[in-house]
């Protein structure tokens, strides 16, 4: 029998660890958050929601550049850590974090209250159709049990 040394079990190691990881990251996303804090279903969410906040903002005659600048923190370290602990805690702290992200932008004369209920209408329930078949399984699922409170 052939003795695998040290580099051929580390290099072993480092392909299981590899290919465990991918098949956690693509195949199960709720175990990939959890250890991970990250998943591709995670990123794919994040992607359509911001898609569907972009065409919220665009509804709501606010400037391309505005919009550009505020959809630009969403692309910050951390930003879909934060927006997943915000899904988590229900509709209000996704609104609120979704807000106060855009703090400090002028959003043609609308404050950050009226910035949560401009965003508060488009993901209310008769706008939902109004978007793509991803986006609202994306809301859906970031939002849970929370999207049917939405007024």
């Known amino acids: ?15 299981f660890a590899a290919v465990l990881f991918f098949v956690i990251y693509f195949f199960l ?9 990250f998943s591709y279903r995670g990123a794919q969410d ?23 600048e505020y959809l630009e923190r969403w ?6 850590q934060k927006f997943a602990e915000a899904t988590s805690q229900g509709k209000e702290a996704v ?6 992200v855009g703090e ?12 949560k209920r401009k965003l508060e209408e488009g993901f209310s329930e008769s706008r939902l159709a109004e978007f793509t ?6 809301i859906t699922r970031l939002l849970s049990n929370a999207l049917e409170k939405l007024e």
């Open 29 to 37: 996303p709720s175990v990939s958050n959890q250890f991970f804090g």
């Open 46 to 68: 994040t992607k359509a929601m911001k898609s569907a906040v972009k065409e919220i903002l665009i509804k709501a005659d606010i400037p391309q550049s505005r919009i550009d």
């Open 75 to 80: 692309e910050e370290p951390g930003f879909q």
């Open 133 to 138: 078949r991803q986006q609202k399984a994306a």
């Open 1 to 15: 029998m052939r003795k695998i040394g040290f580099f051929g079990s580390l290099l072993t190691a480092i392909i």
């Open 104 to 115: 400090g932008i002028d959003f043609k004369g609308i404050d950050v209250a009226g910035f």
């Open 95 to 100: 609104l609120d974090f979704l807000a106060s």
